[in-house]
């Protein structure tokens, strides 16, 4: 049993109401209740999708697994193109392989927003870290509500069954982020429970091990592993079998993001499982 007293401490007590979503917690719904299994993605560039959809071959759509499109306020079964640009893919398309191998009679949906080179410092800086509330926060959740009632107005109750988070790298540049790290990184599971009312697993991916990309990228990895081993529901993630682009030290090739995604999904969906 992993001990919340601590990380709980650093961040304040929270507390859950189920209002319209799941819990995330495996609750037995109606059987005649329409459930949208809901994947939340969040981050920085490696969770946006900076892999080349030409160094894979890119799975046929499927309508299980549908990611949503904030700029049109709708879904689409996932493909490669929701990355960076259309030539360029993120976990997503992993993440529903994986999920229609493991889960294939239900119904996801993925809800993603994530931004390249930001913070948790002051980014993605969280309403318990006090201080002003960073714009990736406010866009992530923003993005996430509107997508979840755009779940609602197509008939289904959403049950968030787990978030993937792929960041850390522009806290490990400098010292004063990276000691932060695992209280600020603390504040943001909580918050972003609370905002979603969902106690859903949380999935970290270990940040790239270079250290002369990032000269404090150990004290943000043992912040990682910190944040996991306190916090019920929350689970590190051993990114150390990927490959990053020859020519790009910072971002997974084509190869490793599809298997970043397939990791991400093993682990949430062994727990929701």
């Not at 709708?74 to 993120?90: H, K, L």
């Not at 019920?232 to 993001?257: C, I, K, N, Q």
Request: hydrophobic share 40%; charged share 25%.
């Amino acid at each position: 049993m992993k001990k919340t007293a601590a990380a709980l401490a650093l961040a304040g007590t929270v507390l859950f109401t189920g209002i319209g979503l799941g819990t995330g917690l495996g609750v037995k719904a109606d059987t005649q209740e329409k459930i949208a299994r809901v994947w939340l993605i969040g981050g920085q560039s490696n969770a946006h999708g900076i892999s080349k959809a030409s160094e894979i071959e890119a799975p046929e759509p499927d309508e299980r697994v549908k990611i949503y499109r904030p700029q049109s306020d709708d879904f689409a079964p996932v493909t490669v193109g929701y990355g960076y640009d259309a030539t360029r893919f993120g976990p997503e398309v992993g993440m529903a392989q994986k999920l229609i191998e493991t889960m294939p009679d239900e119904e996801h949906f993925i809800l993603k927003y994530a931004w390249g080179d930001t913070d948790l410092y002051a980014d993605w800086r969280s309403p318990s870290m006090g201080g002003e509330i960073g714009i990736r926060y406010q866009e992530f959740v923003r993005t996430v509500k509107d997508g979840l009632s755009a779940i609602a107005e197509l008939g289904y109750t959403a049950d968030i069954c787990g978030m993937a988070w792929m960041q850390g790298e522009r806290d490990a540049m400098l010292k004063v982020r990276a000691d932060a790290y695992a209280e600020n990184l603390v504040s943001l599971i909580c918050d972003f429970r609370n905002e979603f009312q969902a106690e859903f697993p949380f999935c970290i991916g270990k940040i790239n091990e270079d250290f002369n990309l990032m000269p404090e990228h150990r004290t943000v990895i043992r912040a990682q592993q910190a944040v996991a081993n306190a916090m019920e529901r929350v689970y590190f993630l051993d990114t150390s079998d990927l490959a990053v682009m020859p020519s790009d030290p910072w971002h997974y090739d084509g190869e490793s993001m599809l298997k970043l995604g397939n990791k991400f999904a093993m682990v949430l969906t062994r727990i929701k499982l």
